[in-house]
């Protein structure tokens, strides 16, 4: 599954929504200044780490599908990329200082990546995971949008619950001084932008070409309904953690 978003490499940064500044000073005021390394886990195209290079320390990024490692090469020629799977990366002797992953421990091995994660860091390395949940402004359009779905595609996954990843780390007892913040934004989209997301969601990408498409018209039809824009309520959640020393 780790190789599912290269089939939209070239869309996916246009179409999925960056990440708030502030997550930047909040891990620099955690980490008590700016890293001497930061790897960033499952980077894709590049989307977080646009953010994450604000930081100003040297950047690896970490990213198993070649089609979006291409795509991350190119838009950040100073960052080095690496490309293989998380379980499959040899950390540098010692660990790295800092380590993220932006809307991709989902897609780690839940057996491991906690793990992992502790063990590429350095004793009082910081950890710092986030991710984004899609919600809407107007509960009469998630309402419209949820129904317009599942007349396309009975077969629906539930959403993981906001932060779901604080808890994940928490339970694997590895880590120390876990703090959670969270950030909303108001994202407006008309028809097309709203299709062009959907179109990079994992369950899109799972489906047959004619049930894409039947989404795509269903969901296309429910925007246009209530004046060809929604406005999504876009909360995006920080847990950052320790190794202990």
Known sequence: MSQLFGEVAGDYDEARPGYPAEIVDALRAYHGGVPGALVEVGAGTGLATRTLLGLGAPTTCVEPDRRMARVLADRFPRVEVVTVPFEEWSPPAGGVPALACAMAWHWLDPATRNRRAHDALAPGGTLA?????????????????????????????????????????????????????????????????????????????????????????????????????????????????????
Do not use: K, N
């Not at 998630?142 to 780390?169: H, K, M, N, T, V």
């Not at 179109?199 to 989404?215: G, I, K, M, N, Y």
């Not at 004046?227 to 953690?241: I, K, M, P, Q, S």
């Open 129 to 245: 995971v986030f991710g984004h949940r899609y919600a809407y402004v107007d509960p009469a359009h998630a309402a419209a949008l949820e129904a317009a779905f599942e007349s396309a595609d009975p077969e629906q996954r539930g959403d993981r619950p906001d932060g779901w990843f604080r808890a994940d780390i928490a339970d694997s007892g590895l880590f120390g001084d876990i703090r959670s913040l969270s950030f909303r934004r108001a994202v407006p989209l008309d028809t097309a932008a709203y299709l062009r997301l959907v179109s990079t969601f994992s369950p899109q990408l799972r489906r047959p070409p004619e049930l894409r498409e039947r989404v795509l018209a269903a969901v296309g039809a429910a925007v246009d309904g209530f004046g060809g824009r929604v406005v999504l309520d876009l909360r995006t959640t920080l847990v950052l953690a320790r190794r202990p020393t």
